[in-house]
C-alpha cells in the first residue's frame, strides 16, 4: 500500500477513482463504472453490474413455455421481437413442428421493424451523449411511428409478447402493411437528414473517427457479437451464417467495415437500417396466406434434452439454451446475451482516451443494461 | 503553405458541415406541418387508442349485466404473476340444479405484466383488455380491482 502510494507520489500525478453511474444519464441505465484517471486519461474501467438483476432465468425454471416469453421482453426491451421469437424457435424446433410462412415473414418484419427502432434509438442518445440534444427529439420523432405499428398490430409499443410458441398471439392487424409502407416511405426522407445532423458534423467526427479501436482478433477473441463486430470486420451475422424465420429467402448483405473505431460502430448501425428497410420492401408484399398459429397443446411439454437457439438481435448474437426434463416446466434456462460480452471489451478500448471519449466508446457498444444483468 | 491551405480548407468544410446541420432544423421553423407533438393532457377527450392496446384486463358485461366468465380458473393457472384470483361459489339454477359461478374475480393490477396469456387461453372469451392508460392512483389498494360487476350473472348460453 505505501509502496503503492509512493509511486503515485513520485509519478508526478495521483491516480483519481471516478464514479459514473449507477444514475447517469450516459451510462443508459444503472451500470457503475469505476473509472481511474490520471488526468484526464482514463487507466482503467471498472464496470459494476447488478443494479437491476431480477433472476430471469431462475424465474423460468418455475414458468411454463408460453410464460417465459413475456420475461424475455424485459431483458433486451428494445429487441423485444427478437428475444421472443428466440424462446419460440427453441421450443419450436424442440417439439419439431412445422410453422407455416405466413408466421415467418410475419415474424421477420416485425424483426427488423425492431432492429430499425432500437438503432433509431441509438442514434438518438448517441448524439445526445456526444452533446447533440436535437438527435434525441429527431430519433424518438421517428421511432414513434414504429411504435405506432407494434401498438396497432401487438398491443404494446415495447413490451409487446407477440410471438407465442407456435405461432403469435393474433393476426396482423388491416392495416398493417399499409401503415408499414407509410413509415418506410418516410423514413427513406428523414433518413439523409440523420447523415446531414451529425454523420456529417465535424464535432461529431473529430470526437469519434480514431477513438476505441476494436481489432479483429480482439473482437473474435472476446466474443463480441453484432454491429460492434461487424464494424471491426468480423463477419457474424445470424440471419447470414445460421438462417431461421424467413431470412433464407431474402437477399441482403452483411453490412461490414474493417476500421473498429467508434465512427464505423455507428456507422454499421446507419446503414443496417437502410438494410432492415430493403429486407422489408422485399417481404411486406407478399406476405403468404395462411393460420397465424398452430394449433398447440394446452401444455407444452418438451422432450428430454438440451436446445439451443441463437438469433441476431439488434446488438448481437442472442443464445437461448434451454435443458428440459421432460416436465412443463424447463430445468434450466440460460440465455447468452450480447450485451453482457460486449461490456467487456469496455475497459480494453477506453484505456488511453480521455473521460469524454469513454462516454463516446460506451454509447457505441449501445449496452442496454437490464440485458446484461437479466 | 500547404498546411496552411489544408487547415483553412478543414476549417470552411467543418463550417459548412455545421451550416447543413443547422438548415436540417431551421427548415421545421418554416414546416409547421412537420411538427407531430401532441399536447397531451389538454387533448384527453379526443385521444384514440388503438383498438387492440393493452391498458388493463377486464370482463365486458352486457346491458343486462351479464357477462361470460364461468369461473373454470384456466386464467389463473395460466397467469405468470398471480395477478388473477378466481373465487367461486356454488348456486341453484331454477331447475334446482348445484353449479358452479364466480364470486369474485378479482384482478391485481399492480402485479400484471400485459402478457395477456389470461384474455388468449379463456376458453369463453370473458375477458378483454380496456384502452384505460391512466393507472396512477393515490394508495395502493385502489390497484386491487373486482373484475365482475356486483349483482352480474353468467350470459345464457355460455357453458
Redesign the interface.
Known sequence: MEEHLKNSVTDGQEEYVLNIGPQHPSTHGVLRLVASLRGEIVTNIEPHIGYIHRGIEKMCESLTYPQIIHLTDRMDYLSAHINNEAVCLNVEKALEIDIPDRIKVIRTIMAELTRIQSHQLFWATFGMDLGGLTCFFYGLRDREKVLDIFEETCGGRMIVSYNCPGGLMHDIHPGFQKRVKEFIEYFRKTLPEYDQLLTGNVIFRERTMGIGKLTLGEAIAHGITGPTARASGFSCDVRKKEPYSAYDRIKFNEVLFTEGDTYHRYLVRMDEMRQSMDIIEQLIDNIPEGPYAVKMKPIIRLPEGEYYQRVETARGELGVYIISDGNKNPYRVKFRSPNFVNLSVLNMLSKGFKIADLIAISGSLDLIIPDIDR | MRSIVKYISEVL???W??L??M???GSYFFRPSAI?TQKYPENRKDLVM?E???GEVIMPHNENNEHRCTGCGICEI?C?NGTIEVITKTIITPEGKKKRAIDKHIYRLSMC?????CV??CPSNALA?SQEFEHAVFDRSKLIKISNKPGSQLMKGVE
Open positions: 468544410s467543418g463550417v458541415s455545421l447543413k446541420g438548415k436540417v432544423t407531430v388503438f387492440r392496446f393493452k395460466n405468470p405484466s400485459f402478457c395477456a396469456l388468449k387461453t383488455f
